[in-house]
């Protein structure tokens, strides 16, 4: 038997693959009517296919709120990226419908399903009878404490508020201007979701931002409709996911790319495998390079002055073709390649970038 703890994107994904070849049990402590999700929601098209997910599926509507073609990205000076990536480059879910379509998923393919708590009280006993134990529990690592295992220790502090704002339905909306990351403006409905994530706390940030928004007279109502506040793991290399029988998957392995905090697309990737002799290997060799890459990217933006972003997002600007012709939310391998391949932007970049940060991208 191969026991899940944690019934979110990773763990669903992790049990139904599980399921093919074992008997599989799944816990989960919430029930479904229950579920309590701290994510932006927004997720690819490219990605939900590569989890074998359709998006113009009936099944998806239950989950699809919005679908977005493209961003809008500012510097903390103003300069502006537009990016056009055609109809439906991604959409904007409700994470708690999302995450209930995949544990149906689980659930036909034979997982049996257990609304129980999972501690240290019974840790010991479900991993003595289970043939594989695997960590998907999300942001809550009291059971790799508990079981000895090394957790992510860096994290990102996020708020998101509900509200009715001014914005364009078609496109997500970037502003670089929070320490160590970005404001987002993702449209839903009638309403968006108006989030941050900084290295601190991010509430103050979360003040200043909404003040912003109201003296540009983007804010329609100024009734928030719900808040929600969490922790992303910063994805660590060093890491280690596979301990004999157990192994860890999704934010319970800083499976997330840091440089917008997703984390759902490449968990599932990864915890597709989780059964697997050798999963260290399997999913290092699938999304290792790609997380490893949007750290990188991550650690460069964050060591640019205001100035020099500035002057960043205006080449990109200059270049957006490439980006809407090879951009990937997932994959940042696709288009660093593209880069690659255009000399006159890596000339402008290598001439405009600070020396003693280019041996970090």
């Not at 703890?5 to 816990?27: M, W």
């Not at 809550?140 to 508990?146: E, F, S």
């Not at 997703?262 to 260290?280: D, P």
């Not at 949007?294 to 490439?322: P, Q």
Request: hydrophobic share 35%; glycine share 8%.
């Amino acid at each position: 038997m191969i026991s899940v703890v944690g019934g979110g994107p990773a763990g669903c994904i992790a049990a139904k693959y599980c399921a093919r070849e074992h008997d599989t049990v799944l816990f989960e402590p919430q029930k479904r009517d229950e579920r309590r999700v701290q994510c932006s929601g927004l997720l690819s098209k490219s990605g939900l296919q590569r989890l074998g997910i359709d998006p113009s599926s009936g099944s998806a509507k239950a989950f699809i709120q919005n679908s977005v073609r493209g961003a809008k990205v500012y510097s903390s000076r103003g300069s502006l990226l537009m990016v056009d990536g055609g109809k439906d480059k991604a959409y904007v879910t409700d994470r708690c419908a999302f995450d209930n379509h995949l544990l149906d998923e689980a659930l036909n393919a034979g997982v049996l399903f257990e609304n129980e708590t999972v501690d240290k009280k019974n840790i010991g006993d479900i991993r003595s009878r289970s043939e594989k134990l695997i960590l998907a529990t999300g942001t809550n690592y009291n059971l790799h404490k508990n079981l000895n295992i090394n957790a992510p220790c860096e994290f990102l502090y996020g708020a998101q508020y509900e509200m009715k704002i001014e914005c364009d339905p078609e496109y997500v909306e970037m502003y670089l201007n929070v320490p160590g990351f970005f404001s987002w403006i993702i449209p839903v409905d009638d309403y968006a979701r108006v989030g941050l994530c900084s290295l601190d706390n991010p509430v103050p940030h979360m003040d200043d931002f909404i003040k912003k928004l109201q003296k540009g007279k983007r804010v329609k109502d100024p009734q928030i409709r719900e808040r929600n506040y969490g922790i992303i793991p910063i994805y660590n290399p060093r890491l280690r996911t596979e301990y004999h029988k157990v192994c860890l998957a999704g934010d319970a392995a800083g499976h997330v790319k840091a440089t917008t905090g997703g984390g759902v697309i490449l968990g599932g990737l990864a915890a597709r495998n989780a059964a697997s002799e050798g999963y260290e290997k399997i999913w290092r060799k699938e999304i290792g390079k790609e997380l490893y890459l949007h750290l990188r990217v991550r650690r460069f933006l964050n060591n640019l002055s205001e100035k020099n972003t500035d002057k960043l997002i205006r080449l990109l600007a200059e270049n957006k073709d490439l980006i809407e012709k090879k951009g990937d939310m997932d994959m940042a391998s696709h288009l660093l390649k593209g880069f690659l391949g255009r000399p006159a932007f890596m000339a402008k970049f290598i001439l405009q970038a600070p020396a003693h940060l280019l041996d970090q991208v």
